[in-house]
Nanobody, 121 residues
Framework: VQLVESGGGSVQAGGSLRLSCAHS????????IGWFRQAPGKERERVWI???????EFSDSVRDRFTVSEDNAKNTLYLQMDNLKLEDTAMYYC????????????????WGQGTQVTVSS
């Protein structure tokens, strides 16, 4: 299992970025999959999680600004981030899990290396 994030960068507040999470060897829909982020000095937090049943949820802080899509032909998951805010600055990770009954970070055992997003004023 390998997850590779890309697409991070620096952007001004109000701008947009699209992150990618490429994986190898399996179908996303067979696993729990999620986007997470960790800001300096803060705990890692959920951005979006989808369970094996296809039920997905965004965190309250990004729900109206971020969207997720997939390109199964490319084995890639995307996180479209619009109207970025200063507080969105963080390292963003994708991760997967065999099961995510509680949709908690602790259930996710396979992580990419992350991609940095920096939002400036």
């Amino acid at each position: 299992v390998q997850l590779v994030e890309s697409g991070g960068g620096s952007v001004q507040a109000g701008g947009s970025l699209r992150l990618s999470c490429a994986h190898s060897g399996y179908t996303f829909s067979d696993y729990c999959i999620g986007w997470f982020r960790q800001a300096p000095g803060k705990e890692r937090e959920r951005v979006w999680i989808r369970d094996r049943g296809g039920r997905a949820e965004f965190s309250d802080s990004v729900r109206d600004r971020f969207t997720v899509s997939e390109d199964n032909a490319k084995n890639t998951l995307y996180l479209q981030m619009d109207n970025l805010k200063l507080e969105d600055t963080a390292m963003y990770y994708c991760a997967d899990a065999n099961f995510c009954l509680f949709k908690s970070i602790a259930e996710f055992g396979y992580w990419g290396q992350g991609t940095q997003v920096t939002v400036s004023s």
